[in-house]
């Protein structure tokens, strides 16, 4: 696959797009209560104006890697190894946490692959961030972190796993110094500043991750950027901690086979949507399917959970599958669950959406469901409780 200029894909972000937008996420704290259902089959069709589109905001973030001269990434393709443990101060990491060891541990991911790089101090890196292959495997030692420098870049990806497969990451600790980032803190930033972005890849198990004060989200999914179509498969997540991070603990724009569990995002604030998760598909080349959220904890965020699908609708038919269950959130100052912005024009669309025995403590409303097309998936909201 190629990742022509490693940049993120280009959206409409025109001010009438964007206006609508915010309209929507403002409906969300306006309208509170408004719509809180305990469960449905299928939502209203709403006002038009509040199921237009931005998606997902990640447009025009450079990224930085190894390329060939015409621009084209060409990952290293080291030696597969045979799975032995090789630490990271093999390649020279310092890791004492002033030394910048990005070059370092991007030696020592490209020498290490099918063996387990094993992550041992307090490295720190520039915003260039590192690039995994097929059969990376890393595991960071008890302490051990990586965290970025001083900079002034609200866009980076720390680990890039893009167009890989049998990727596999134990405990990494991942610090986007979002208190070190003099970059101008402007909640309209878009926020693309990310902990794990996952694109394309295939068969990545990620255990017990920690991603804290990203300029954007913890962890990112979505599709490649050449084929477009080319989506994530495989992906579990067990035990993710979103901390700080000013734009969402989690987003998953397109994915089949996408399992979180056990998850705790909290904190999230500085730029919208400020979600926990939010399950934003960018155009009709992504899917959301099997996607699976198991006992996620939200807290401290705009809303616990939020689906926005204004972007999904097109010329291929598409199948909406998410499954969230036991959804404990604690302090949404919107909502807790929130499902909206989908107007078919004529386009297919089905599905379900459920989510099971959510309970919803202080949180300014549970469910909001609104700018929802009838013919679209259902929705289907069960055993809530509220704690106030």
């Not at 070059?103 to 387990?116: E, F, K, P």
């Not at 990806?157 to 208190?179: A, F, H, R």
């Not at 990620?206 to 490649?224: E, F, R, V």
Request: one cysteine or more.
């Amino acid at each position: 696959m190629s990742y022509s200029n490693r940049q993120f894909p280009i959206i409409d972000t025109s001010s009438d797009q964007v206006a609508r937008r915010r309209k929507f996420l403002t409906a969300l704290a306006a309208g509170a209560g408004a719509l809180a259902l305990a469960g449905c089959g299928g939502g209203g069709s709403g006002d038009a104006n509040t199921s237009a589109v931005a998606g997902d905001a990640v447009a025009n973030a450079s990224r930085r890697g190894k390329q060939s001269g015409s621009g084209t990434t060409t990952p290293t393709t080291p030696v597969t190894g045979t799975g032995q443990v090789i630490t990271d101060t093999t390649f020279g990491v310092k890791g004492d946490g002033v030394t910048n060891d990005r070059v370092a541990l991007q030696n020592a991911i490209d020498g290490t692959v099918g063996n387990i790089l094993l992550i041992t101090g307090k490295s720190r890196i520039d915003t260039t961030g590192l690039t995994l292959h097929t059969n990376t495997h890393i595991r960071f030692a008890s302490g051990a972190s990586i965290k970025l420098l001083p900079h002034n870049t609200p866009s980076y990806n720390m680990l890039m796993i893009w167009g890989v497969q049998n990727v596999t990451l134990e405990s990494p600790y991942l610090d986007g110094s979002k208190e070190l980032n003099s970059a101008v803190n402007d909640p309209n930033d878009g926020g693309y500043g990310m902990g794990i972005s996952i694109l394309g890849s295939s068969t990545v198990n990620i255990t017990s991750p920690t991603t804290i004060d990203c300029w954007g989200d913890g962890i990112y999914i979505a599709n490649a950027f050449s084929p477009a179509t080319s989506y994530c498969s495989g992906i579990t997540i067990t035990n993710h901690l979103a901390d700080g991070c000013r734009r969402q603990g989690a987003t998953i724009i397109s994915g089949n086979n996408i399992t979180f569990q056990s998850p705790t995002w909290q904190n999230i604030a500085g730029t919208l949507p400020s979600a926990g998760l939010d399950m934003e598909p960018n155009s009709n080349n992504d899917v959301l399917q099997n996607i699976t959220i198991t006992s996620p904890t939200t807290i401290n965020c705009n809303d616990g959970i939020l689906i926005y699908a204004a972007n999904l609708p097109g010329p291929v038919a598409k199948n909406v599958t998410i499954a969230i269950t036991n959804h404990h959130d604690t302090g949404a100052r919107n909502n807790g669950f929130a499902v909206g912005g989908l107007t078919l024009n004529g386009h297919t669309v089905s599905g379900l959406i459920t989510s099971n025995s959510p309970v919803f403590t202080n949180s300014a409303d549970g469910f909001y469901l609104d700018g929802w097309d009838k013919a679209g998936p259902s929705v289907e909201v069960t055993n809530v409780t509220t704690v106030k």
